[in-house]
């Protein structure tokens, strides 16, 4: 059967639904449900959605079509109509949820190699704006902001927590920025 001919098909049932046939209804959803079912997956697949997001879109879209089946107009095709159904639960899903793609950062470790850049100053100068903090800040600062490790590594090598590294990493680097500043 082609798409015109199902097409068709699907809207007999559903002018039989809409006059009170139950059965048609029941023939309509059962019908229709794998096109909306490939046609959800085929979207989320393409903005790099998941499967199960593909499965709640297509609820949703049961939903208003059983709701809002009254304002298909029986006179025009009802494929153009379920793809608009499906295309407005899509975006509504997105809004709802906000869309977040997640990408491992291993997958773009390498389009992410920072710049060589110099800070300008010169070893001794460094030396001399991190004479002005603290120990613990002092170390953090100068494996972090210099030597390029991790919190983690820097935490662990101090014996610490990442979020107390983090927290005196923050303070550190705005005491030197008012140091510097007042230069």
Known sequence: MNQSAREAEWGNWLRLAMDG???????????????????????CNMLGVSAGEAEDVVQEVLLAVHLKRATWDTSRPIGPWLSTIVRNKMI??????????????????????AEDRRSGLEPADLEKMLA???????????????SGDG????????????GAVRVALHRALKGLAMLYRSE
């Not at 509504?92 to 190699?113: A, C, W």
């Not at 002005?132 to 210099?146: A, F, K, T």
């Open 21 to 43: 046939d139950a059965a048609a209804y029941d023939r309509f959803l059962r019908a229709v449900t794998p096109y909306l079912r490939s046609m959800a997956r085929k979207r």
């Open 92 to 113: 509504d899903s997105f809004r709802k949820r906000g869309r977040h793609i997640s990408v491992p950062i291993d997958d773009v470790m390498e389009t992410l190699q």
């Open 132 to 146: 002005g903090l603290r120990d613990p800040q002092r170390e953090i600062v100068r494996s972090i902001s210099v």
């Open 151 to 162: 919190i983690r590594e820097t935490a662990e090598r101090l014996k610490m927590s990442e």
